[in-house]
């Protein structure tokens, strides 16, 4: 990321009982693999809510309903080798397509350094997860709201 910006970031948790629906993303350069709820960038006067429920009605053809805040999160962290940093406007949110709660995964579209790239999604109980969980808090957020 060369422009060094602070990106506002808005993302949705769908729970499927214990299970949340989770990107299975691979960064090359750690050489990690890890998870992190749907949603993305918010754009400029569009508010969070409305970012949260367009960026999943984008990546899995679902209308969304936000059901409320869950907290706010600042996220610094290295990607394919560039700094990021972010504010994450984290929400629970319902989709309304029933029967994607019936799959067990899903390919899903996410704009990645201008590119779109088709990622796996997958339904994972947090506290059970075999990759770290993004971003940073998330996990005791997720614990705090149960």
């Given amino acids: 990321m060369s422009d ?23 960064d090359s350069v750690k050489r990690e693999r890890f998870h992190r709820p749907l949603g993305g960038g918010i754009e400029f006067g569009e508010r969070a809510e409305y970012a949260v429920a367009r ?6 053809g679902s209308e969304a309903r936000v059901l409320r805040r869950l907290g706010v999160l600042e996220n610094l962290f290295t990607f394919e080798g ?23 995964t899903l390919e899903v579209v996410e704009m990645i350094r201008g590119e779109e790239v088709r990622l796996p999604a997958l339904w994972a109980d947090p506290a059970r997860l075999d990759a770290p969980l993004y971003p940073d808090g998330l996990a005791e957020l997720l614990a705090e709201s149960a």
């Avoid at 970031?9 to 989770?22: D, F, H, K, M, T």
């Avoid at 960026?55 to 899995?60: D, G, Q």
């Avoid at 989709?95 to 709660?101: G, I, N, P, Q, T």
Wanted: proline share 2%; glycine share 4%.
């Fill in 4 to 26: 060094r910006r602070i990106r506002a970031l808005a993302l949705g948790v769908v729970r499927r009982g214990s299970e949340i629906l989770v990107f299975d993303a691979y």
């Fill in 55 to 60: 960026e999943l009605r984008e990546e899995t």
């Fill in 82 to 104: 560039d700094p990021w940093h972010e504010i994450v406007f984290v929400f629970e949110v319902e989709l309304l397509d029933r029967s994607v709660y019936e799959r067990d």
